[in-house]
Each structure stands twice: as C-alpha cells, then as structure tokens.
C-alpha cells in the first residue's frame, strides 16, 4: 500500500468520522427532510459532473429505470431519511456506532439471500455486535419505557439494516454496472422523492437558508461528505484489495465518538464505550475471511 492510498484513506476517515457531529448540528438549523433531500441532490449532481468529466455514460438504459428506482427508495427513504430522523434524538458518536452495524447484519443477509455461507467468522461478529448493542442500550432495558432517545436508537439499527439489504440488493442486481452512476441516481430519484414531500411538510424559513455559515456547512456535507468522498472510497477500492479497504475505514464510528465528545460535548459513558468495543471487534470479526489449515495426512509405505 503506497503513500497516496494511506494518505486518502485517512483523509476519508476524516471525513467521515466528522460528518455525523456536523449532520448532528445541521439538523438543529434545518427541518430534517429539506435537509437530506437538498444533501443527496447536491451530491448526485456534483458526482454527475465528475461522471462528465470522466466522459463517461450518465443517463441510465430505458430497462434499467425500475431496478434504479427501488435501489433509491431503498438506500435514500430506508437509510438517509431514517437516519437523518433518528439523529435529532441520539448524539453524532452513538448514531455513527449504531448505523456502522451494517457490516454484521450484510453476513446473514448474504447467507439467506446470496447464499454466502455464514462461516465461524461472522457468527462470532453476529454474537459481538448484539453483546454491543445490549451494552449501549442497556440503561434504557434496564428501565425499559418508550422515549425519544430509545426510538432513534432503534430506528439508527434499522437504518443499518437498511444499508446492508441496500448493498445486497446492489451485488444482486447491479455487480457489473458502472457505480458512479448508479450512485447519481440513488441520489437524485429518492433525493427528488423526499424534497418534494419536504416541501409540502416542512416549514421553509427563507433567513436560515441565506445564511452563509448554514450554507458552507451543507455545501461540505453534501460536496465534500457524500460526493467527493464516495469519489474517494472508490479510487481506493479500485487500488487495494477490497477486504484492506473495509477494514481500513472500520476507525470512523471511534472517531466519530471522539469528534462527538470533543467538539459537540456529547457524554462519553462507559456503556458506549464498552457496547462500541464490541460492534467494532464484530465488524472486524465478521469481515474476517480465515482459512483453517487442514493437516495434510501423509500415508505410510505399505511393508
């Protein structure tokens, strides 16, 4: 791995790893949906003009419009929306942890559905993660009653399931397509989708969106965060192999927490810290891919 594979993936995780904290106070300026909406159009047309650059195919083949239309909904309504929601009621760090559960739920999705076989690996991730989330969600279970704080973390698990049946459906249907494309279109048909209903919804305060600070904040998170860094994560999948890239980003839910405490003073308690741990060593336990040396029996010479 050279030096400009390392420095991106740190650049990436920089990123990412900050972007929960800044989507976290965003939602304090904007009404929620208006703001994801308007994060996933800027994205699909800044990766747009990257795919034009490239001088490479935009518009999708007339067959093609209904398999890209689920993909959307799937990834934008079940995963951006839900999340984006959910985040008004839970600290950056903890959503970020919550949400990055995508990986252990993608092993037993790929068991039934793709029919990868659930090995010893991602049982014992499957086993760590639900010690994690137990962990984290523990002082709610232990006083079990319905409040907001227990319904975003809820809802942020159910969003990381929603990534991975996402990314399923992608390896089912879309192996060999072009991904920036495809991307584009996630991004605007459910983007599209979500802005009209905000604009039904949601109130539109005029002075909070010509507001140059809001501006610069959503303008990063929607170029920098979701369309120069999907960009990123591409060129450094194409340049090592798959397993050294997701692992190599497995960082961004710690740095999340980090950046959570120290910039946003959101609590640091040990329950998170202790139900991370273990997500975190799930995620890393289920990607492993382990091959057991089988011992090689030499048979003896017949007298």
């Not at 420095?7 to 790893?17: F, P, T």
């Not at 909406?37 to 001088?55: E, K």
């Not at 993608?106 to 659930?118: Q, Y």
């Not at 989708?193 to 969106?209: K, R, Y």
Request: glycine share 6%; aromatic share 10%; net charge positive.
């Amino acid at each position: 791995m050279n030096i400009r594979v390392i420095g991106a993936i740190v650049v990436l995780c920089l990123v990412w790893g900050s972007l929960w904290g800044l989507v976290k106070h965003s939602l304090q300026i904007f009404p929620p949906f208006l703001f994801i909406s308007l994060r996933l159009i800027l994205a699909g047309l800044t990766l747009m003009i990257v795919q034009r650059i490239l001088r490479k195919s935009i518009l999708p083949a007339k067959g093609e419009w209904k398999k890209l239309i689920i993909s959307s909904l799937m990834i934008c309504i079940g995963f951006y929306a839900t999340q984006t929601f959910a985040m008004q009621f839970v600290d950056s760090g903890l959503s970020a942890v919550l949400v990055f559960t995508m990986p252990i739920f993608i092993g037993v999705l790929a068991h039934f559905i793709l029919k990868e076989r659930l090995n010893t690996q991602k049982m014992i991730g499957l086993v760590l993660g639900t010690l994690g989330l137990i962990a984290i969600l523990w002082p709610q279970l232990h006083h079990i009653h319905l409040n907001l704080s227990l319904m975003g973390q809820i809802i942020l698990i159910l969003s990381g399931l929603f990534w991975a049946l996402t990314t399923v459906n992608i390896k089912q249907n879309f192996a060999s397509y072009d991904k920036i494309k495809l991307t584009i279109w996630q991004l605007l048909i459910g983007g599209c989708v979500l802005f009209s209903g905000a604009l039904i919804f949601e109130p539109i305060d005029v002075q909070v969106w010509i507001t140059l600070l809001n501006d610069s904040i959503l303008l990063y998170i929607a170029v920098v965060g979701t369309g120069f860094a999907f960009a990123l994560w591409n060129w450094i999948v194409s340049q090592v192999d798959t397993f050294v890239a997701s692992i190599s980003i497995m960082c961004i839910p710690l740095l999340s927490l980090f950046f959570g405490y120290v910039l946003w003073h959101e609590p640091m308690t040990l329950n998170i810290l202790v139900g991370a741990a273990f997500i975190c060593s799930g995620i890393v336990a289920s990607s492993l891919n382990i091959k057991m040396k089988k011992k090689t029996i030499i048979p003896l010479p017949c007298k």
